[in-house]
């Protein structure tokens, strides 16, 4: 089976800076695109970021010049570095990748449970 695991979540102050961290274990094959939504309270939840295995990102319009997505694919590991964030940027923030297994051969999008950022002074 695959896991994501996401750390890196937790309170900080306006115009602050935190960098979330997904690693996904077990049975790889590969790793397609992976990539970070997040969901306030009462919101749908939605794309932040997501980079493709040859590092493409695309960025949500609110998070451009302020987030940044990275990934190591020798640790099958990707990390979003948020700086100047904002109060709007309260959310639990979810990792998924679209991962290949090794056995049996399928590909599918695993998600992580989610890390909770709180933006707030």
């Known amino acids: 089976q695959v896991q994501l695991v996401e750390s890196g979540g937790g309170l900080v102050q306006p115009g602050g800076s935190l960098t979330l961290s997904c690693a996904a274990s077990?049975?790889?094959?590969?790793?397609?695109?992976m990539g970070w939504y997040r969901q306030a309270p009462g919101k749908e939840r939605e794309l932040v970021a997501s980079i493709s295995s040859g590092g493409a990102t695309v960025y949500a319009d609110s998070v451009k010049g302020r987030f940044a997505i990275s990934r190591d694919n020798t640790k099958n590991t990707n990390y979003l570095q948020m700086n100047s964030l904002k109060p709007e940027d309260t959310a639990v923030y979810y990792c998924?990748?679209?991962?290949?297994?090794?056995?049996?051969?399928?590909?599918?999008?695993?998600w992580g449970k989610g890390t909770l950022v709180t933006v707030s002074s």
């Open positions: 998924k990748a679209n991962i290949r297994t090794s056995w049996p051969s399928t590909r599918m999008d695993y």
């Open positions: 077990g049975s790889i094959f590969s790793i397609n695109a």
